[in-house]
């Protein structure tokens, strides 16, 4: 079928050349962002029937450029770690872990607990199993790419019970694994076991600030710093009593140094 596309001289005398050139650059980068072949302008005139094609090229580079600015985000894994283990029922933790499949994370104070040379894909690499502070959960990861395996050989080399950081996207997270596991991992850096006292963590300029919440009971509980101690009795409390059982502890011990505090007059 013969499409016959026909423009008046009026029109041929309204276009002027530097804009031409300018809006086929523009179609040309939107194109080459979306990884698409960027087809002759006569034929976007015709498929876009009269609609001036430097639309189309607006809205290509627009496309392309939100694209990439969306997929570039990346999150608190640390934050995400500590959301998942407090998350209460089933299918909320099913929604936690579907919105954080497929997107980078970053990790830090992750402790090194295993290190082991493997191959993945031709390539060699150190796969690591890491401890997240926050939740306790166990972080898998390989590591291949030569940049972030230069930094864990870096002196002092990197073994296990030392602390990293890395960006990782997240390719799966189980609560009752007590795992969460990691994809195109990065070594950002070597880091501490821990935040810097006084510089990193808001309780420990303020005693009185949130240091720990847990929402697995019929309400939030939140520990100031200076009620920290009482997380020594999480595990135990947990395997006798449950999860309402460790909310019920919490609220009654806080209460009592509470009323202890109040007495003597301290915050």
């Known amino acids: 079928m013969n499409i016959e596309h026909r423009t008046s001289n009026t029109e041929h005398r309204s276009i002027d050349r530097s804009s031409?050139?300018?809006e086929r650059s523009m179609l040309n980068v939107g194109c080459w962002m979306l990884n698409?072949?960027?087809p002759?302008?006569?034929l976007l005139r015709c498929w876009m029937f009269g609609v001036r094609y430097s639309t189309f090229a607006f809205f290509l580079l627009f496309a392309a450029t939100t694209s990439a600015l969306g997929s570039g985000r990346t999150s608190n894994g640390n934050d995400f770690a500590l959301f998942?283990?407090?998350?209460p029922t089933v299918n909320e933790e099913k929604a936690l872990v579907g919105k954080a499949i497929g997107r980078p994370h970053f990790f830090r104070?992750?402790?090194i607990m295993e290190m082991e040379t493997v191959h993945k894909e031709g390539r060699k690499g150190i796969r690591?199993?890491?401890f997240e502070p926050a939740s306790y959960l166990d972080v898998h990861f390989t590591v291949t790419k030569s940049a972030s395996l230069h930094i864990l050989k870096e002196d002092p080399?990197?073994?296990?019970?030392d602390a990293i950081a890395v960006t990782g996207i997240v390719k799966g997270a189980s609560k009752d694994a007590n795992t969460i596991l990691l994809e195109s991992t990065i070594v950002r850096h070597k880091d501490r076991l821990s935040p810097k006292r006084g510089k990193e963590l808001l309780c420990e300029v303020d005693p009185r600030a949130t240091f720990y919440s847990y929402t697995g009971g019929n309400h939030v509980i939140n520990l100031t710093y200076k009620d920290r101690d009482l997380l020594k009795h999480k595990d135990r409390i947990l395997a006798q009593r449950g999860k309402q059982g460790w909310a019920d502890f919490l609220t009654a011990e806080v209460a009592k140094r509470s009323a202890v505090r109040g007495a003597e007059g301290k915050p």
Not at 84 to 87: C, N, P, Q, S
Not at 157 to 161: C, D, E, M, N
């Open 36 to 38: 698409v072949r960027c």
């Open 157 to 161: 080399v990197s073994k296990i019970g």
């Open 128 to 130: 690591i199993v890491a």
């Open 84 to 87: 998942l283990i407090e998350t």
């Open 20 to 22: 031409l050139s300018v």
């Open 40 to 42: 002759p302008l006569s």
């Open 109 to 111: 104070y992750l402790q």
